[in-house]
């Protein structure tokens, strides 16, 4: 069967700044320099984000390499601690300016589009610590400089901004389940940062219209469809709730402007809704966005809760509990993550039926391996990551679908380009087109992008899955 994609589709992959760069010559460590300052042994293997990709120093052969792979696209976001050298004045680090325009230019020069981010889980340390970050008011309007900054200095070249990527997951992380900085758990915090969050995307779109730049800027969002185990009406309700607090939340009111009236009730009634302004919910009901990224990984699967609620404080889990579906398909190099390919259907359906149909693109899609599972350098000098091949045709296979049937998708970016360094899992789990040695930073191309090569060649592949 061939599979196609649009005329001018974007193929490629996506990182992140602090994933990728390495801390070199950085004047504001994030809260990832600090936590592992604090706690080195929440970090697989205690690797820091020290050196990571090292593309600090090795942008331009980096940018080589994607021309290679003919990835015509690419995201990574700026660091805020590299770019704003006194986060008080917001006055610019020179260094830091060089390095991106040089990075920006780069990418240009191989035909490759840059997409840029303002924020990836990346807060600078001290605005944590002194204001509590998106905790307070004081940080929403230093993003908002952050990004009016950003705009006026690489907006000329750079048409494609994304605000956040994944701005729930520093929620999740950081305030309710214990895997990021600041490490609390606390469902009053957790909506006031998910609040402020959403406010600061808004006025960095709005500083965005205000410089008067000619690309489009939008919110990189992961969509984690919920799928339950039958058609029980109590288990239904809980894919409602679980779809109302992981998707709606920022899905909601970044892309219509407000707020889901049954999600709002419940945190009303849990007491931990913020105080809120006439005028922050109009900011944030006009700022309108141009496109929308997509992560996705996993499906979720959930039902009525079958046990008590234990917990002493409120968190979603009160209104639903997870399963693992018995026919599922997993990965067993993910923690047995599930994998479910039409999962990409059903989002692109929902975007169309619920969402305006924006326009949209799949900005991270990633399978997740380890280096034992993908093994070393073969006879014909790529690594074999074929499994991961497997499954990146599968789930385009169901992308393609939903764009025949209209879905407004312009672009497909794998998660990641070199294999980078993931949080506190470091480099435990591999993404990459292009494995990195972790002593020497070589980059080794892997089958996947001998494979991508030919799938952008082709604007799609024959699937003969
Ligand atoms: O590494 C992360 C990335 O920062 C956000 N999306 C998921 C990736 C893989 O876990």
Same mark, same amino acid.
């Given at each position: 069967?061939?599979?196609?994609?649009?005329?001018?589709?974007?193929?490629?992959? $996506?990182?992140?700044?602090?994933?990728?760069?390495?801390?070199?010559?950085?004047?504001?460590?994030?809260?990832?320099?600090?936590?592992?300052? @604090?706690?080195?042994?929440?970090?697989?293997?205690?690797?820091?984000?020290?050196?990571?990709?090292? /593309?600090?120093?090795?942008?331009?052969?980096?940018?080589? #390499?994607?021309?290679?792979?003919?990835?015509?696209?690419?995201? /990574?976001?700026?660091?805020?601690?590299? #770019?704003?050298?006194?986060?008080?004045?917001?006055?610019?680090?020179?260094?830091?300016?060089?390095?991106?325009?040089? +990075?920006?230019?780069?990418?240009? &020069?191989?035909?490759?589009?840059?997409?840029?981010?303002?924020?990836?889980? &990346?807060?600078?340390?001290?605005?944590?610590?002194?204001?509590?970050?998106?905790?307070?008011?004081?940080?929403?309007? @230093?993003? $908002?400089?952050?990004?009016?900054?950003?705009?006026?200095?690489?907006?000329?070249?750079? @048409?494609?901004?994304?605000?956040?990527?994944?701005?729930?997951?520093?929620?999740?992380?950081?305030?309710? +389940?214990?895997?990021?900085?600041?490490? !609390?758990? &606390?469902?009053?915090?957790?909506?006031?940062?998910?609040?402020?969050? *959403? #406010?600061?995307?808004?006025?960095?779109?709005?500083?965005?219209?205000?410089?008067?730049?000619?690309?489009?800027?939008?919110?990189?969002?992961?969509?984690?469809?919920?799928?339950?185990?039958?058609?029980?009406?109590?288990? @239904?309700?809980? $894919?409602?709730?679980?779809?109302?607090?992981?998707?709606?939340?920022?899905?909601?009111?970044?892309?219509?402007?407000?707020?889901?009236?049954?999600?709002?009730?419940?945190?009303?009634?849990?007491?931990?809704?913020?105080?809120?302004?006439?005028?922050?919910?109009?900011?944030? !009901? =006009?700022? =309108?966005?141009?496109?929308?990224?997509?992560? +996705?990984?996993?499906?979720?699967?959930?039902? $009525?809760?079958?046990?008590?609620?234990?917990?002493?404080?409120? =968190?979603?889990?009160?209104?639903?509990?997870?399963?693992?579906?018995?026919?599922?398909?997993?990965?067993?190099?993910?923690?047995?993550?599930?994998? !479910?390919?039409?999962?990409?259907?059903? *989002?692109?359906?929902?975007?169309?039926?619920?969402?305006?149909?924006?326009?949209?693109?799949?900005?991270? *899609?990633?399978?997740?391996?380890?280096?034992?599972?993908?093994?070393?350098?073969?006879?014909?000098?790529?690594?074999?990551?074929?499994?991961?091949?497997? #499954?990146?045709?599968?789930?385009?296979?169901?992308?393609?679908?939903?764009?025949?049937?209209?879905?407004?998708?312009?672009?497909?970016?794998?998660?990641?380009?070199?294999?980078?360094?993931?949080?506190?899992?470091?480099?435990?789990?591999?993404?990459?087109?292009?494995?990195? &040695?972790?002593?020497?930073?070589?980059?080794?191309? !892997?089958?996947?992008?001998?494979?991508?090569?030919?799938?952008?060649?082709?604007?799609?592949?024959?699937?003969?899955?």
């Amino acid at each position: 069967m061939k599979v196609t994609f649009p005329e001018g589709f974007l193929w490629g992959a $996506a990182t992140s700044g602090i994933q990728s760069e390495g801390g070199f010559e950085k004047s504001n460590p994030s809260i990832w320099e600090l936590w592992y300052d @604090k706690e080195p042994e929440r970090f697989y293997q205690q690797i820091p984000c020290d050196v990571v990709c090292d /593309t600090y120093h090795r942008y331009e052969e980096d940018a080589r #390499l994607m021309a290679e792979i003919g990835m015509n696209s690419f995201r /990574t976001s700026i660091q805020w601690g590299r #770019l704003i050298k006194n986060l008080e004045t917001n006055e610019v680090d020179e260094k830091a300016v060089e390095f991106y325009n040089n +990075y920006i230019d780069a990418l240009l &020069d191989q035909g490759v589009e840059p997409i840029l981010g303002l924020y990836h889980f &990346d807060m600078p340390a001290v605005l944590q610590e002194t204001y509590g970050g998106f905790e307070s008011k004081e940080v929403v309007e @230093k993003f $908002a400089q952050y990004a009016k900054i950003c705009f006026e200095l690489f907006g000329d070249r750079v @048409k494609k901004w994304s605000t956040f990527n994944e701005p729930i997951v520093p929620v999740e992380g950081g305030y309710l +389940y214990d895997f990021h900085y600041p490490n !609390k758990k &606390d469902a009053r915090l957790a909506v006031l940062v998910s609040y402020n969050t *959403i #406010l600061a995307h808004a006025k960095a779109v709005h500083a965005y219209r205000e410089v008067g730049c000619s690309g489009e800027i939008g919110v990189v969002l992961n969509l984690t469809p919920s799928y339950t185990c039958d058609d029980q009406p109590q288990n @239904k309700l809980a $894919a409602y709730y679980a779809d109302l607090f992981f998707n709606r939340s920022f899905l909601d009111p970044m892309v219509k402007g407000e707020f889901p009236q049954d999600l709002v009730d419940i945190l009303k009634a849990a007491n931990v809704l913020p105080t809120t302004t006439a005028e922050e919910m109009t900011t944030i !009901k =006009t700022a =309108t966005i141009d496109f929308m990224g997509v992560n +996705y990984y996993v499906p979720r699967r959930v039902r $009525a809760r079958t046990t008590v609620y234990d917990l002493d404080y409120f =968190t979603p889990e009160m209104f639903f509990e997870y399963y693992i579906e018995e026919n599922a398909r997993f990965n067993p190099f993910r923690d047995n993550n599930e994998i !479910k390919p039409v999962a990409i259907y059903d *989002i692109a359906q929902n975007i169309k039926e619920n969402y305006g149909n924006i326009k949209w693109y799949l900005s991270e *899609i990633g399978i997740a391996m380890d280096v034992v599972s993908e093994g070393a350098v073969q006879a014909d000098g790529l690594i074999d990551d074929s499994f991961r091949i497997a #499954l990146l045709e599968e789930h385009l296979v169901e992308l393609s679908k939903a764009i025949s049937e209209g879905a407004n998708c312009f672009g497909v970016h794998n998660w990641t380009f070199i294999d980078c360094w993931s949080w506190i899992n470091s480099f435990k789990r591999r993404y990459g087109f292009y494995r990195l &040695d972790l002593e020497t930073q070589e980059r080794q191309m !892997k089958k996947s992008g001998v494979w991508h090569r030919e799938l952008a060649k082709n604007n799609g592949f024959i699937y003969e899955g």
